[in-house]
């Protein structure tokens, strides 16, 4: 099974290119910096992964509309290895995530930025008061609403 879960921020805008041809195609290239969780004799310092990601068809033309540098997504896709030979002569191996599902992981005001996706989020259909450590994303449910919900 070839299956990649990785959450980080985008490095840089998205580069797209549109395939040539009738039914041109986008490809969105990305780099995406996914921080480790923790280092064993971590020699140079790195403390992030800069993990290299394309994403293809309806994907790349949403990465192109909706992501800039910066953002916080949740990538899941499949590692893809290959080579070429570059103009010295050299081969270059190359690894990247192509991205079969891609998502903000972080609202759009989040990190202060204003960078992202511009929809709003649904709000909720009862006056709840909003918890006063709104950082967390949720709200506070009101005294005698578990009646209410379908689920225990």
């Known amino acids: 099974m070839n299956k990649v879960i990785l959450m980080g ?17 986008a490809i969105a290239r990305y ?20 993990i290299n990601c394309v994403a293809f ?3 790349g033309e949403f990465a192109e509309k909706y992501f800039r540098k ?3 997504i ?6 893809q290895t290959g080579s070429y030979t570059n103009k010295d002569g ?15 992981a ?9 960078s992202g996706f511009s929809g709003s989020a649904p709000t909720p259909a009862f006056d709840a008061p909003v918890s006063s450590n709104a950082g967390d994303g949720f709200i506070n449910l009101p005294d005698g609403i578990d009646e209410e919900l379908p689920f225990n």
């Open 9 to 25: 921020r985008l490095t840089r805008d998205p580069e797209v290119r549109y395939s040539q041809g009738e039914s041109s195609l």
């Open 74 to 79: 949740a990538v899941t896709g499949r590692i």
């Open 70 to 72: 910066g953002t916080k």
């Open 31 to 50: 780099t995406l910096a996914v921080d480790r969780r923790f280092s064993r004799n971590n020699q140079d310092g790195q403390t992030a992964d800069f």
């Open 57 to 59: 068809g309806k994907s």
């Open 106 to 114: 972080e609202s759009k005001n989040a990190n202060g930025s204003n």
């Open 90 to 104: 050299q081969k270059v191996y190359t690894t990247e995530v192509v991205v079969e599902d891609q998502e903000f």
